[in-house]
């Protein structure tokens, strides 16, 4: 959503009531991930889409009775319906949507929180009741604080799907809830300043990734070019750096320093960490050093397991661009995991 928030704003401004459209659920082929979210504007302008164009167009027919506030829907599509062959949903999946009136119209407070949420990147998760005539929401911190009184069942359904990393629904209360996960952009750490962590930067930058690039040496923290700036640039030792970052199921780390002193300083915070992927640039034969290393340090076998190294997916790199490419991708296979 926090691309779109310039244009939504322009949509309240007018004044006029819109509608929101949900992917709740999926089965098989599913052509969007749960989670997924379009806005049908006042004149039925479109940002996003649920379906990738096979049930837009149901779902524009539907807005105009939701947009109003007198109702929500469930709407759900597969190749064994009649509405989902005439709008060419025929990759094999289903797809359950919800289709509401604009959170800004029934609870605006929630809406400003969550503007200011994804402005600031701050996480938060947008609970939505599912059934009755009309909605009902909720905002939750990931610390179990809400913007209003709340049901201590939802936060504790909010803070798991907020853990897990997946936006769910669920029954609770008697009544069917969605828990919108909005999490704050993916972090990326860098240990090593070098060609190959430049390129790195560039493409996790284009993919919404906060940068953070940790070098105590000096001669590369500082002379190293980045085509595109890191959010942030330490000249110091992770140990200094990591501990002020939440390293939670948000978090990636690359290790590029080649150096051990360096390297395996960041492995013994991150290794014990909620982190969700750690990548070591290295050879065979340097990673089972760093074996031997850490297995003396009193790290377990399943803990060195979560190290990916050599790093990246095997495509026969050979440039610096390659070798950011085939990390990148890993790093995505890991983070899609979650969706």
């Given amino acids: 959503m926090r691309e779109y928030i310039s244009e939504i704003d322009r949509w309240l401004a007018n004044g006029k009531p819109f509608s929101t459209a949900t992917v709740i659920n999926t089965w098989g082929s599913a052509p969007r991930p749960v989670g997924t979210m379009m806005f049908v504007g006042p004149e039925l302008e479109m940002l996003g889409s649920v379906s990738g164009g096979c049930v837009e167009g149901v779902v524009l027919k539907e807005a105009d009775e939701t947009s109003s506030g007198s109702t929500i829907k469930n709407l759900k599509f597969g190749v064994s319906d009649n509405d989902a062959w005439s709008v060419g949903l025929t990759c094999g999946g289903t797809i359950e949507i919800f289709l509401e009136q604009f959170v800004a119209f029934d ?49 504790t359904l909010a803070q798991k799907a907020y853990q897990e990393r997946k936006s769910q629904s669920a029954e609770v209360l008697g009544e069917k809830w969605f828990f919108r996960v909005f999490p704050k952009k993916h972090q990326l750490f860098i240990v090593g300043a070098a060609h190959a962590a430049a390129e790195l930067v560039h493409l ?17 923290a500082q002379n190293t070019h ?18 002020e970052y939440e390293l939670d199921e948000y978090t990636f780390a690359v290790m590029m320093a080649h150096d051990p002193k360096i390297d395996d300083q960041a492995l ?39 190290i990916h190294a050599p790093v990246g997916i095997h495509i026969k790199s050979k440039t610096a661009p390659e070798i950011a490419l085939s990390i990148l991708a890993q790093m995505i296979f890991v983070k899609n995991q979650f969706l």
């Fill in 204 to 220: 996790a930058k284009y993919f919404d990734f906060d940068t953070i690039v940790i070098d105590p040496r000096g001669t590369f």
């Fill in 268 to 306: 013994h915070l991150l290794l014990r960490s909620k982190v969700a992927y750690i990548g070591a640039l290295s050879s065979k034969g340097s990673n089972e050093k760093r074996h031997e290393r850490l297995i003396a340090a009193g790290f377990t076998e399943e803990e060195f397991k979560r």
């Fill in 107 to 155: 609870s605006p407070a929630i809406w400003e929180s969550l503007r200011t949420n994804l402005l600031e990147n701050k996480s938060c998760v947008l609970v939505s009741k599912l059934s009755g005539e009309k909605g009902q929401h909720f905002l939750i911190y990931p610390d179990g604080s809400s913007l209003a009184e709340t049901p201590s069942e939802l936060i």
């Fill in 226 to 243: 980045f085509p595109t700036a890191p959010d942030k640039l330490y000249e110091d030792y992770p140990a200094e750096v990591l501990p």
